[in-house]
């Protein structure tokens, strides 16, 4: 998933993805090898539930 935010002309944007285990977050500009941040679902959960507090 890519922000809702994030124009056609790229910006400062991260993109998300799931598995069953796991989330992976990545900038949006580094398409080609950047690094990928890996973090458990319960994690990735409590994240957001503070960050829309």
Do not use: M, Q
């Not at 796991?22 to 500009?29: H, P, T």
């Not at 950047?34 to 990735?44: A, D, H």
């Amino acid at each position: 998933f890519k922000s809702s935010y994030s124009g056609t002309n790229g910006g400062d944007c991260v993109e998300v993805a799931a598995d069953l285990d796991a989330v992976f977050i990545r900038d949006s500009k580094a398409l080609g090898g950047g690094p990928i941040l890996r973090v458990r679902r319960g994690e990735w959960a409590a994240f957001v539930a503070l960050a829309v507090e």
